[in-house]
């Protein structure tokens, strides 16, 4: 496995990017510039915090009980959900959510836009365990560009000859004031799947408020969802493309104190995941020889 101190060599930017290996033995990058601070695993490629200078609070939520561990993902920031969203199909004893986030991912380019945000991009790296569970010439390359917006672009490729099918998902845990002063905009009229006791297909009327374990998948969506948060007196806008579906979940208390890591007591309160996927009726066909991207972009600006 390529070192810290390769990585500081080959990818390092002055003052503005490095790379450590954290107590768990799992390698982080460090993103400082004049628009934000961020880090980010290379296991998974999993971006765990993001906090643009304007914001006196983090915008991508991070548990005070995630733990970095091989093998394990981390609890909040931007999971990546890949090859499948959810259970999978027909083997309960694959991974939910697929294995993209638990499995090294490597550098391959770094950089400085030009308006001075900082860009990383990684490749899942394939193996004999995920081809068990995947066994389709594929590539998948993550680019996180961060600054006062955060960017991330997932990026399957099919290098085979033969069409493949994926769901997906930048699975990323939003923080907020407190789940009970914020609402979800966005997705008024839209069809969702109800995971709350089963799964029934409904439609969204108005804004969505919460007030007890949420999980929903809309479908057929390209909206710009936007969080709104009458605490924190800011607005989280979720720009996407390349999606045909967004999740938006909150556990709530009896779900999060089964998870264990979603913070001790109140955690759960301080997020909210808005997603960007393809899933169910959106999962995509990426035909032999071509490449699907999904595109998101996240800003936040004070009310
Ligand atoms: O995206 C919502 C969801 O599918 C929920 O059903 C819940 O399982 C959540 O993802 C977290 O999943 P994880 O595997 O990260 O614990």
């Not at 960007?276 to 990426?286: D, F, L, M, P, R």
Request: charged content about 20%; hydrophobic content about 40%.
């Amino acid at each position: 496995m390529t070192t810290a101190q390769q990585l500081n060599t080959q990818f390092g930017i002055k003052d503005q990017l490095s790379f450590r290996e954290d107590a768990s033995g799992l390698i982080v990058a460090d993103i400082h510039n004049a628009q934000a601070t961020a880090s980010l695993c290379l296991q998974g490629a999993h971006l765990m915090t993001w906090q643009p200078k304007s914001q006196a609070v983090p915008v991508v939520w991070l548990s005070r009980d995630a733990k970095l561990a091989q093998g394990k993902s981390i609890r909040g920031g931007a999971p990546v959900c890949w090859p499948w969203f959810g259970a999978h199909a027909t083997e309960a004893s694959f991974p939910g959510h697929g294995y993209a986030r638990t499995v090294p991912w490597r550098v391959i380019a770094s950089g400085t836009e030009p308006n001075g945000a900082t860009r990383l991009t990684l490749r899942l790296e394939e193996s004999d365990k995920t081809r068990a569970q995947w066994p389709h010439a594929s590539q998948l390359d993550l680019t996180v560009t961060i600054g006062e917006m955060l960017r991330m672009e997932l990026t399957t490729e099919n290098t085979g000859t033969t069409d493949f099918v994926i769901g997906e998902a930048l699975h990323t845990y939003l923080h907020i004031s407190d789940i009970g002063a914020v609402r979800v905009t966005g997705l008024d009229g839209c069809e969702y799947w109800d995971k709350v006791g089963g799964s029934v297909l409904k439609e969204q009327a108005g804004a969505i408020s919460f007030a007890s374990e949420t999980d929903r998948v809309y479908i057929n969506t390209t909206a710009t969802c936007v969080i709104e948060d009458d605490k924190l007196k800011r607005r989280i806008h979720i720009t996407k493309s390349g999606s045909l579906s967004t999740v938006v979940w909150t556990p709530w208390i009896e779900k999060a104190n089964k998870m264990g890591d979603m913070g001790q007591s109140d955690g759960w309160r301080e997020m909210v995941c808005v997603e960007s996927v393809n899933a169910i009726e959106n999962v995509v066909t990426v035909a032999a020889g071509t490449a699907h991207s999904l595109v998101v972009e996240y800003h936040a600006e004070l009310m």
